[in-house]
């Protein structure tokens, strides 16, 4: 996207705060967005407005990509993307390139909206990358924002959505609560420290983990 496009206005935080459900603080771009306009992936600086180094930059906002996302993780599919990398030698390979474009696409976030270099998070980049999934979020989040032929996982977990979201399609009609006011009313003020913090982050990880645990009792119960 050019700089016009991934800049994000007003209306866009807004729509994120209510994507979301939170407001949206520290999000410096719009990492890809829906055919209609409306943000798809949030792009977070590598560090937030309370100094706070984060690793995590293109996170998926809209809600019917990521519960889409969610079934996928709920039916094993990082399990099997992990061992997968384990046994193809050339899906490790572009994988470990995808986590290189991830931490320099976020060095070049981290120059242009003035943050600079973050050196806490140097080599550190997210979803289990190089060697691991262990966020399909993530993943899809950096395929969006990076176009296809970056991560290879991520495209192909953007595949096997494709029954509920395709790039090609406006699916935000209904899929955020329009009325009332957004979760955040200062999005003028806060525009470049607006982000997830720490906690909600963590949060949301543990929501992950008890998902996958309880994906893989299903899974073993299955095979007994
Ligand atoms: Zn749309």
Redesign the pocket.
């Known amino acids: 996207m050019d700089t016009a496009q991934r800049t994000p206005t007003p209306a866009d935080l807004e729509t994120i705060s209510r994507q979301l459900g939170r407001p949206a603080r520290d999000v410096v771009e719009i990492g890809a967005r829906?055919?209609?306009?409306?943000p798809l992936v949030a792009t977070t600086a590598p560090r937030l407005g309370n100094g706070i180094p984060f690793p995590t930059t293109f996170y998926l906002t809209h809600p019917v990509i990521t519960s889409a996302v969610s079934r996928l993780e709920a039916a094993g599919v990082m399990t099997e993307m992990t061992a997968r990398l384990e046994q193809d030698g050339q899906l490790a390979a572009a994988y470990r390139r995808a986590h290189e474009d991830y931490l320099r696409s976020r060095d070049e976030i981290g120059q242009r909206t003035g943050v600079g270099s973050v050196p806490e998070i140097a080599g550190v980049s997210a979803g289990g990358m190089p060697s691991r999934v262990k966020c399909l979020h993530v993943l899809v989040g950096h395929s969006l924002a990076a176009g296809p032929g970056v991560n290879p996982l991520g495209d192909e977990a953007l595949e096997r959505i494709a029954e509920w979201w395709t790039k090609d399609r406006?699916?935000?009609?209904g899929a955020w609560d329009e009325t009332g006011p957004a979760p955040s009313r200062d999005l003028s003020r806060h525009t470049k420290t607006q982000g997830l913090s720490e906690a909600e982050l963590e949060a949301k990880r543990a929501e992950r983990r008890a998902a996958r645990e309880a994906g893989e009792a299903a899974e073993e119960e299955g095979q007994a």
């Open positions: 829906c055919v209609c306009g409306n406006c699916y935000c009609a």
